[in-house]
C-alpha cells in the first residue's frame, strides 16, 4: 500500500524521537534534520529497509564557514515504492568533519561521498574506496570550501600543474534582486564599488 | 625556345606540364591534406563537429580527416576548455603526433582560458604546447574555423621545409 511523505517523515520522528528533529514540509517535499550525525547509519539503513527509501537521488554538502557546525549533509532520498521524497540533512563540526559512509546501503552514494570528499574535504567512514574522484590524487585542496579562492591557488603535483588565474577586478557577478539590468551588471558598476 | 621542348618533353601526347620548386611541392602537398587530430573538449567541439558536416564541409580543405590517432594527424585543433587534469593528456597527444605539426587554439577557453577564470582551468593552451593560430569566439563560427584553416594553410606554404634542412 502506498504511504504519503507526511506519514513516512511522521514515523521517522516517531521512531527516532529524541535525534530526529520536526519534519519540516515546503511545497510537499519533507525535511528532516538528525541531530546526531554519528547515527546516521543506522537511521539511513532505517529508512532504506522500514520505510522503503530505496534510492538515493542526491547527497550534497553545504560550507558555512562562520558556524561552529561548519558542514551540513543533505541527502535527497527517493522511494519508488511510495512514490515520494524525503530529504535528511545532518550537520558536522569543522574541526572533525568525518561522517559514516552510506555507500554499502545505496550504490549510488559511492561516487556522491567521492565527489563530497574531493570537493570539500569530508572523510567518510568505511567507504570502500574514497580517492578524489574530479580533482587528480595529489591535489592538496577542496575548493568547493568557502574559504578557498575562486582563482585557486598554484601547485604542482607530478606533470600537473595549476596556477592563480587572473580576475582582472572580478568576479564579476550580477546582483540578486529586481532592479533594472543597468544596476545589476557588473560592467555598468564602478570597479570600486562592492559586489 | 620552348622550354618542355628543351627538357624532352612532348606536350601534344603527354599534357601539360608545370615547372616549380621542390619546396614549393612539399608545402603543396601538405597544405591540402591538413588532417585535424580532433581535440574536442568542450562546446567549441559541437563547431568542430558543424564544420566537418555537410553544410561546411571542411573536406572542400582537404581537411576532413579528422584523425583520432596523433600518429597519423598534422594539425590538432584544441576547441574547447583546457582543464589543469585534461592539460597533461592534451601535450601527451601533441607530442606524440609525428613532425611537421601545428596547433589551432580555437576559442576564448583555448586561447586563454576564456570566461573561465577559475582554479581548475588552464588559461590558455599556449601555456603547454606552442601555437600557431589563435580564434577569436564564444564558440568559434564554422566559417571563422574556415578562415582560420586557410590562414594555416597559408602560413604552411611558406615553411622553408628544404631550407632549414640544408642550412644546417
Ligand atoms: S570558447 Fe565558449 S563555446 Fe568555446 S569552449 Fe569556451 S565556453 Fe565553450
Redesign the interface.
Known sequence: MKKNAEDLALRLKADFPNIISDPIEFRGEYTCELLDPARLYEVAKYLRDKLDFDFLKDSTCIDEPDQEKRFTLVYELYSYQHRVQMRLKTRIFAKKPQISSLSDLWESANWQEREIYDLMGIQFENHPDLRRI???DGYQYH?LRKD??????ATQCG?????V????G??FVTLPGNTDTGKREPRSRSTDSKF | MNLTKFLGYDGKTEGNVVITTMEALINWCRKYSLWPMPMGLACCAIELMGTGASRYDIARFGAEVMRFSPRQSDVMIVAGTVT??Q??VV?RIYEQMPEPKWVIAMGACACS?GM??????L?GVD?IIPVNLYLAGCPVRPEALLDGLMQLQHDVMQEPVLRKQFRK
Do not use: C, D, H
Open positions: 574530479l580533482m587528480w575548493p578557498f579562492p575562486l582563482e585557486g591557488k606533470n600537473i600543474f595549476t596556477e588565474a587572473p580576475l582582472e572580478g568576479p | 589543469y587534469k592539460a597533461q601535450k582560458g573561465f577564470r577559475s582554479y581548475s582551468v588559461q601555456k
